[in-house]
């Protein structure tokens, strides 16, 4: 499985982003796709996954109620909507997806992707 993450750049505090993540190959093999987010000095942060075939989500707390997960089956793609970002939303953020369902750790999580930088300007 390969992702390829896009959508980051740099915004001001208060607009909003949309990540994508494009998974290819052994899709069939996915089981679940997650976000996780890497600011400089920090370890990588579980955001939020998706479980592929019934559309279940589970949120970290720094992302609930401002981001919203969604994907779209026939494209293999998942999105990440981001609204009134902050400047401590400043990362890179990971793609991830899992062959063994969802999960918030992300040691349990097969592939990732490349990262997309988002950077949030005060």
């Known amino acids: 499985v390969q992702l390829q993450a896009s959508g980051g750049g740099l915004v001001q505090a208060g607009d909003s982003l949309r990540l994508s993540c494009a998974a290819s190959?052994?899709?069939?093999?996915?089981?679940?796709m997650a976000w996780f987010r890497q600011a400089p000095g920090k370890e990588r942060e579980f955001m939020a996954t998706?479980?592929?075939?019934?559309?279940?989500?589970m949120y970290a707390d720094s992302a609930k109620g401002r981001f919203t997960l969604s994907r779209d089956n026939a494209k293999n793609t998942l999105y990440l909507q981001m609204n009134s970002l902050k400047p401590e939303d400043t990362a890179v953020y990971y793609c991830?997806?899992?062959?063994?369902?969802?999960?918030?750790?992300?040691?349990?999580?097969?592939?990732w992707g490349q990262g997309t930088l988002v950077t949030v300007s005060s």
């Open positions: 991830a997806a899992s062959t063994v369902g969802i999960l918030t750790s992300a040691n349990g999580y097969d592939y």
């Open positions: 190959g052994r899709t069939f093999s996915i089981s679940a």
């Open positions: 998706i479980r592929w075939d019934v559309g279940y989500t």
